[in-house]
């Protein structure tokens, strides 16, 4: 079983983190954040990797540390549950519709962190007062810290709910086929990762 465990204190939150890709996708989440626990309660069930997760953000001031520092630290958990990288399948890509929202989100697990975020979100009607840019911020801290290249793009949608949870699944199912096991050597030609 590929596990990490993160401890992250900061004067604007404090996360615990416990991560299994190669779960069942479980999750126990509380950041807070309603709808951003929804995201990744949704992220775990389509990544099928087990997550267990407690924040507390300083929520009163904004979201964006407990959001961006949620993507720091499971992009650590991520990063360290790999070990060497032997025998992943390295490249994973998934397209997810959600109504009228249509997301591809592309991930190679290369060692360089680099995100590509094309998304716009015509309407902020989410329902859950959360910018959704601040989504921006939680995928470039976790790739910062997964060290992975990763394209996100909004092919369609109008709905910012619907396109940040057709991301969040694509995501998932990104990450979900790019970490599987599928031969024993680091597929690089430069044979590290």
């Given at each position: 079983?590929?596990?990490?465990?993160?401890?992250?204190?900061?004067?604007?939150?404090?996360i615990?983190?416990?991560?299994?890709?190669?779960?069942?996708?479980?999750?126990?989440?509380?950041?807070?954040?309603?709808?951003f626990?929804?995201?990744?309660?949704?992220?775990?069930?389509?990544?099928?990797?087990?997550?267990?997760?407690?924040v507390?953000?300083?929520?009163?001031?904004?979201?964006?540390?407990?959001?961006?520092?949620?993507?720091?630290?499971?992009?650590k958990?991520?990063?360290?549950?790999?070990?060497?990288?032997?025998g992943?399948?390295?490249?994973?890509?998934?397209y997810?519709?959600?109504?009228?929202?249509?997301?591809?989100v592309?991930?190679?697990?290369?060692?360089?962190?680099?995100?590509?975020?094309?998304?716009?979100?015509?309407?902020?009607?989410?329902?859950?007062n959360?910018?959704?840019?601040?989504?921006?911020?939680?995928?470039?801290?976790?790739?910062?810290?997964a060290?992975?290249?990763l394209?996100i793009?909004?092919?369609?949608?109008?709905?910012?709910?619907?396109?940040?949870?057709?991301?969040?699944k694509?995501?998932a199912?990104s990450?979900?086929?790019?970490?599987?096991?599928?031969?024993?050597?680091?597929?690089?030609?430069?044979?590290?990762?």
């Amino acid at each position: 079983m590929r596990i990490a465990e993160i401890k992250r204190d900061t004067n604007e939150t404090k996360i615990r983190l416990k991560l299994n890709i190669d779960g069942n996708g479980m999750a126990n989440i509380d950041t807070g954040l309603p709808f951003f626990d929804h995201m990744l309660v949704s992220f775990a069930k389509h990544s099928k990797f087990d997550l267990d997760l407690n924040v507390k953000g300083d929520i009163d001031v904004d979201y964006h540390h407990t959001i961006e520092d949620t993507g720091i630290v499971l992009g650590k958990a991520f990063n360290n549950s790999l070990n060497d990288r032997s025998g992943i399948e390295r490249f994973g890509y998934s397209y997810v519709p959600l109504d009228e929202a249509l997301s591809r989100v592309v991930v190679d697990i290369s060692g360089r962190p680099f995100l590509y975020f094309n998304v716009n979100f015509p309407r902020s009607d989410d329902g859950s007062n959360i910018n959704p840019y601040l989504f921006e911020e939680f995928f470039r801290g976790f790739v910062n810290n997964a060290l992975v290249t990763l394209h996100i793009d909004c092919i369609r949608g109008n709905n910012s709910h619907h396109i940040i949870e057709s991301i969040f699944k694509s995501f998932a199912k990104s990450l979900f086929l790019s970490s599987r096991i599928s031969g024993k050597d680091i597929p690089s030609t430069k044979g590290v990762l």
